[in-house]
């Protein structure tokens, strides 16, 4: 991030006393008029209206075994982003970023046609490893994830950041969860730390029926700190020609039901027979609105395994059927009117006891690796690239993570609130902060952005 030095006195006049040392809250960008998405009870909001997440799954030269950040080819985008105004979408997932690298041309450019960008902050060298959750839970895996958030927190369509994609693929993973939580937890602490806005934290988990619901309730359980803002789900279990009932949509919203956190599908699109998009009518209708939030079609471009919405040669974008057959949907389909059932209330849920499905022997939380602690006073620092030497085997006694958290360790030590300082490490200090410091800082990032468009 590079703020000006006009910036710098304009932040510092409205929030500067209650701000992280050298952190910009939000970098003004006149030309954008996008109003950050926020949360209350289980959806999303833009400004006062309901939000829905209408998007693509975007990962072009993804498939091709090299990892790629779309983001950053800005000729890419300019190529592209005509095709998601004509689809209609108002939201883009991409799973790969070079955090050394600029992404301002995209994403200014996705801010003119009106397109929020939710965010996979792991990659292929800087995640953890399923295999080898303990040893990869270290301070060169976080320092990476912080500098992914750095890199993208002063964008105003940032609408959310995934803390992970699938690392519990099967039955028998389990075990990684509260490596997932704990790192979700850290990136929650950071940005509220750094004085960031309130951006989401969630995961992306697989379509495996065994353990998604679990991973949902336990990413939603303890204390505050702990507990994610929003889960997702990768599913692909309607394929046309389908219905509400017979692709199990309808047991999947009965499953959910009261869950305290919006919840939207990440992916989905089986392409097992045709491929249509019926199910776009049902996801957007009342029958699931009050749990889900939409979702985000898998995938925009066809990347080797069939999913693609389009073929990409070069410049030339070139749409196949399933592009209009979903453009049709989208455009069939209103948003229902209101809250469209959402629930304004967010409460947590139980921890899933151990089970044959559920290998976490308690609730019990890895404590940040103190080697991490130093980023969240002093900023994360240049970001590692996709090309760094990765972090996976990166851990030792010196930047593993040492012992168990205590209950409320994840607290904000600093936010955009004045004078409020959730420093408590008790449960309930920081349970009873949630609602007025989420709502105190919605207040004044708004004032704050509004008055920097000036
Ligand atoms: C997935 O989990 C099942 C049940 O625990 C196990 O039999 C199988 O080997 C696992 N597969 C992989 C690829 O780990
Ligand atoms: C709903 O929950 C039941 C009971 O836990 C589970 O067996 C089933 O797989 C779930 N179905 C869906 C679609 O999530
Ligand atoms: C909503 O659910 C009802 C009852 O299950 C079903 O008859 C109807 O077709 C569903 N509507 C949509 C749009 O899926
Ligand atoms: C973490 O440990 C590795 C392996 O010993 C070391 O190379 C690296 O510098 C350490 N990183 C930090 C941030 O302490």
């Keep these: ?89 108002n939201t883009i997932r991409v799973y790969t970023i070079d955090n050394s690298a600029s992404h301002d041309d995209c994403m200014e450019a996705l801010q003119k046609a009106g397109i929020y960008l939710v965010l996979d902050t792991d990659n292929d060298k ?13 301070s060169v895996y976080l320092q990476s994830v912080f500098a992914t958030i750095d890199a993208f927190a002063s964008y105003p369509n940032t609408l959310a950041f995934l803390s992970g994609n699938e690392v519990i693929n099967n039955a028998s993973n389990t075990n990684v969860a509260p490596y997932v939580k704990a790192t979700t937890r850290d990136m929650k602490q950071y940005i509220g730390d750094r004085g960031y806005r309130k951006i989401a934290v969630g995961y992306s988990a697989a379509d495996v029926d065994a353990n998604q619901q679990l991973m949902a309730e336990y990413l939603n359980c303890g204390t505050d700190d702990q ?150 006073k002093n900023g994360a620092g240049a970001g590692p690239g996709l090309t760094g030497a990765g972090s996976q085997e990166a851990g030792d006694s010196e930047n593993e993570s040492v012992g168990t958290a205590s209950a409320g360790s994840g607290a904000v030590t600093q936010t955009s ?10 449960s309930s200090a920081a349970s009873s902060l949630r609602l007025d410091l989420s709502f105190m800082s919605m207040v004044s990032v708004g004032l704050a952005a509004s008055i920097m468009l000036l």
């Design 417 to 426: 609130s004045a004078g409020s300082k959730a420093t408590g490490s008790g």
């Design 1 to 89: 991030m590079k703020p000006s030095a006009g910036y710098s006195l304009l932040a510092a006049s409205f929030v500067g006393s209650t701000t992280a040392a050298g952190t910009p809250v939000i970098v003004p960008r006149a030309s954008s008029t996008m109003t950050p998405i926020t949360i209350t009870g289980n959806a999303f909001y833009e400004g006062s209206e309901r939000f829905y997440i209408r998007g693509v799954d975007y990962a072009p030269g993804g498939g091709i075994g090299t990892p790629t950040d779309p983001i950053a080819d800005s000729a890419g985008c300019a190529r592209d982003i005509p095709y998601f105004t004509q689809l209609g979408i």
């Design 126 to 138: 800087y995640s953890l490893n399923r295999d080898a959750p303990e040893e990869s839970y270290n």
């Design 227 to 376: 507990r994610a803002d929003f889960y997702s789900i990768n599913d692909y279990s309607w394929c046309d020609p389908s219905s509400f009932e017979t692709s199990g949509w309808d047991t999947l919203v009965a499953n959910y039901t009261n869950y305290g956190l919006p919840l939207f599908m990440s992916e989905y699109g089986c392409i097992t027979n045709s491929r249509n998009f019926q199910e776009v009518a049902t996801l957007y209708s009342t029958n699931m609105t009050g749990v889900f939030s939409g979702g985000l079609v898998y995938e925009f471009s066809q990347e080797g395994n069939g999913y693609g919405l389009v073929t990409i040669s070069g410049n030339t974008v070139t749409p196949n059927s399933q592009f209009t057959d979903l453009e049709n949907a989208y455009k069939a389909t209103p948003n229902p009117s209101g809250s469209g059932g959402a629930s304004t209330s967010s409460q947590a849920s139980t921890c899933p006891p151990e089970s044959d499905q559920w290998n976490v022997a308690n609730d019990d939380l890895p404590a940040m690796p103190a080697a991490a602690e130093t980023f969240l």
